[in-house]
């Protein structure tokens, strides 16, 4: 069992910058796949960005590459998320999630943990 607690977001004007943590309960931290998905109004749930246990690998939607930067700390059991040039679009309830494996899901039903959520909205 794991527990997924998120923090740091925020209102914050179209190109700014935010950082979201992701504080995890639990001494497996650095055996799980975790991911950030994204939820709009009227919206499904968006996978965002994932990191594996193993060797820290990454991979991004395409939305937010090369603007949003994943890492996780195994020795503080968090994961982060540092979101850069921020736009209207991004805004949404940003979910952490964690599955035990090794590679990478990008699927929302494949994930069998998930935080609270913590609110982004972009002003234009």
């Known amino acids: 069992q794991v527990q997924l607690v998120e923090s740091g977001g925020g209102l914050v004007q179209a190109g700014g910058s935010l950082r979201l943590s992701c504080a995890a309960s639990?001494?497996?931290?650095?055996?799980?796949?975790m991911a950030w998905f994204r939820q709009a109004p009227g919206k499904e749930r968006e996978f965002v960005v994932a990191?594996?246990?193993?060797?820290?690998?990454?991979y991004y939607a395409g939305s937010v590459k090369g603007r949003f930067t994943i890492s996780r700390d195994n020795a503080k059991n968090t994961l982060y998320l540092q979101m850069s040039t921020l736009k209207p679009e991004d805004t949404a309830v940003y979910y952490c999630?964690?599955?035990?494996?090794?590679?990478?899901?990008?699927?929302?039903?494949?994930?069998?943990?998930w935080g609270q959520g913590t609110q982004v909205t972009v002003s234009p």
């Open positions: 999630a964690a599955r035990s494996s090794v590679v990478v899901h990008t699927t929302a039903t494949e994930y069998d943990y």
């Open positions: 639990g001494r497996t931290f650095r055996t799980y796949v």
């Open positions: 990191i594996t246990s193993i060797d820290s690998s990454t």
